[in-house]
C-alpha cells in the first residue's frame, strides 16, 4: 500500500485558523471562528468527491465515504475535535517545521525563553530523524486536535483516490468545543448512523486508549452575611473567606492532580469567585472507578460541613453535575472494537500501546450515546501550550492506521 500523504500540507493550513473555544459563551459553537475551519473542511471533502459533506448550524461536519463492497460491514466513524483549548492564544500560529531533528533543545524563535527540551519532553527522544513541527513561541500549535483532523482528511483522500481499496461506510463527525466539555452536546447520533467510532487523539505513536476517567463537577455556593466592615465584630461571615478556607482543607498530598497518577483519582478546584456576601468555587472530580467517584464527592461535602461548623449564619450549597463516564464499561461489551484498532496500528508497523486516559475524550460520551469509541493517537504533545510539537511521521501513521482499520472492519465481515 503506497501513499501520498497529504496530512503535513493539510495540518500546516489548518493550524493557522484560529479555533479557539470559549467556556463563558452560551452558544454553540462557542466561538463562531469554529466554523471557518468547518468550511474549509466542507469544501476539501467536497473536492475529493465526497458529496454529502456539509456543515450544520452547531459547527459540525458530517461527511460519508460511501462502502465499495458486497459484505455487510458494520458502518465505522471517525471522529476528531476542531477546536484548541482557551488555556494558550490560538490566534496567529505560525507553524515551523524543524526537518530531521535530531535530539537538539528546539528554542522557538518567537521567544527564546520557550524551549523544548529533550529534557522535559522524552518523548523527542524516539524522534531522530523525524520532522518535528511547533509553533513559534507566542501561542500554542494547535495539534490538539488538528493532527487528528489532518490524518482522517488524509485517510478520506486516500480511499476517495483508491476504489479498488475495499471497505464498509465510512462516517465522518468533526466537531467544536470539546476543549470545554461540550463537544458531543450536539451530535445528531440518528443521523449520524454510525455503529462503532473512533476518536483520533491520542498522544504518543502508536497508543491506544479504551478506557477514560468518569468526571463529574461541582459546584460549591456559598451565602455569608454581609455588614460594613466598620461595624463587623462578631456579625461578618465572609464568604470569600469561607471559599478559601474550604480549598485550603482540601487533601494536599493526595487527591490532587499534583501528587497523583495513573489509576488515582482527584479533586481539584478550577476557579473561584464572589464578594462577601456570596462566593462560589468550581472544582472538577476524577477517578476511574465510579464508586470513588462519589466517595470523593462525599469527602468534600464532610469538609464543606466541617468548615461550615465555624460559621453558624452562613450556608453551603454542594451541587454535582456528571460530566462523563467511563468508557470501558462501554468497550468491554464489544471487545471487537479496540481489537481491531490494536491490529490497524501493528499493521501500520508500531508497536501498540494499550493504556488508560487520565482525562476524556469525546469518545468518553459518544460509547454512553450508543457509539462505542475508543481513542486512538494523533501524534500531539505538550497540549495546551507554547511547547506544543507533533512529529510528520507520527501523522503519516495515524493516517495508514485509519486506513488499514477501515480496511480490517471489511475482512472481518461476512
Not at 500500500?1 to 495540518?11: E, G, Y
Not at 459533506?53 to 460491514?73: F, M, Q, R, S
Not at 529534557?119 to 494547535?142: E, F, R, V
Not at 459518544?366 to 475508543?374: A, I, R
Request: net charge negative; with cysteine.
Amino acid at each position: 500500500m503506497k501513499i501520498q500523504h497529504t496530512v503535513k500540507k493539510r495540518f500546516l493550513k489548518y493550524v493557522t485558523i484560529d479555533t479557539q473555544s470559549d467556556p463563558t459563551s452560551p452558544t454553540c459553537p462557542s466561538t463562531e471562528k469554529q466554523k471557518n475551519l468547518g468550511k474549509l473542511l466542507v469544501e476539501e471533502l467536497l473536492e475529493m468527491g465526497v458529496s454529502d459533506a456539509h456543515l450544520d448550524e452547531h459547527g459540525y461536519v458530517y461527511a460519508t465515504i460511501p462502502a465499495n463492497t458486497d459484505k455487510k460491514v458494520p458502518v465505522i466513524c471517525f471522529c476528531s475535535h476542531m477546536d484548541t483549548s482557551p488555556d494558550c492564544s490560538g490566534a496567529g500560529v505560525k507553524p515551523i517545521i524543524h526537518e530531521n531533528y535530531q535530539g537538539q533543545d528546539i528554542v522557538l524563535p518567537d521567544d527564546h525563553t520557550q524551549i523544548i527540551s529533550p529534557k522535559d519532553h522524552p518523548d523527542l527522544s524516539q524522534q531522530i530523524g523525524n520532522d518535528i513541527i511547533t509553533a513559534s513561541g507566542t501561542t500554542l500549535l494547535g495539534a490538539d486536535n488538528k493532527s487528528g483532523v489532518a490524518a482522517i482528511m488524509d485517510a478520506a483522500c486516500y480511499f476517495m483516490n483508491h476504489p479498488e481499496e475495499k471497505r464498509g461506510k465510512v462516517r465522518i463527525l468533526f466537531t467544536p468545543d470539546e476543549e470545554i466539555g461540550r463537544g458531543v452536546d450536539k451530535v445528531d447520533i440518528a443521523k449520524l448512523g454510525a455503529d462503532f467510532g473512533y476518536t483520533i487523539d491520542g498522544e504518543k505513536l502508536g497508543s491506544l486508549e479504551d478506557e477514560t476517567f468518569s468526571a463529574d463537577g461541582v459546584v460549591i455556593t456559598i451565602d455569608g452575611v454581609s455588614v460594613h466592615p466598620g461595624f463587623a465584630k462578631g456579625k461578618m461571615e465572609s464568604a470569600i473567606k469561607i471559599a478559601a478556607e474550604i480549598v485550603a482543607a482540601l487533601p494536599k498530598d493526595r487527591l490532587s492532580p499534583e501528587t497523583t497518577e495513573k489509576k488515582e483519582g482527584f479533586l481539584h478546584p478550577t476557579s473561584i469567585s464572589g464578594k462577601i456576601e456570596k462566593a462560589e468555587i468550581n472544582l472538577i472530580v476524577r477517578d476511574f472507578e465510579e464508586e470513588k467517584l462519589h466517595a470523593h464527592e462525599e469527602e468534600l461535602r464532610q469538609i464543606v460541613d466541617q468548615v461550615m461548623k465555624n460559621y453558624p449564619n452562613s450556608t453551603a450549597h454542594v451541587k454535582v453535575k456528571e460530566q462523563y463516564r467511563n468508557m470501558k464499561k462501554v468497550l468491554d461489551k464489544h471487545p471487537q472494537v479496540a481489537a481491531l484498532a490494536k491490529k490497524a496500528i501493528e499493521r501500520a508497523g508500531v508497536q501498540p500501546i494499550q493504556s488508560s486516559i487520565r482525562g476524556g475524550t469525546d469518545g468518553s460520551r459518544l460509547s454512553y450515546m450508543g457509539l462505542p469509541c475508543p481513542n486512538i493517537f494523533a501524534g500531539e504533545h505538550a497540549f495546551h501550550s507554547k511547547h506544543e510539537w507533533v512529529s510528520v511521521q507520527d501523522m503519516e501513521k495515524a493516517t495508514q492506521t485509519i486506513i488499514h482499520l477501515t480496511k480490517l472492519w471489511e475482512e472481518s465481515a461476512s
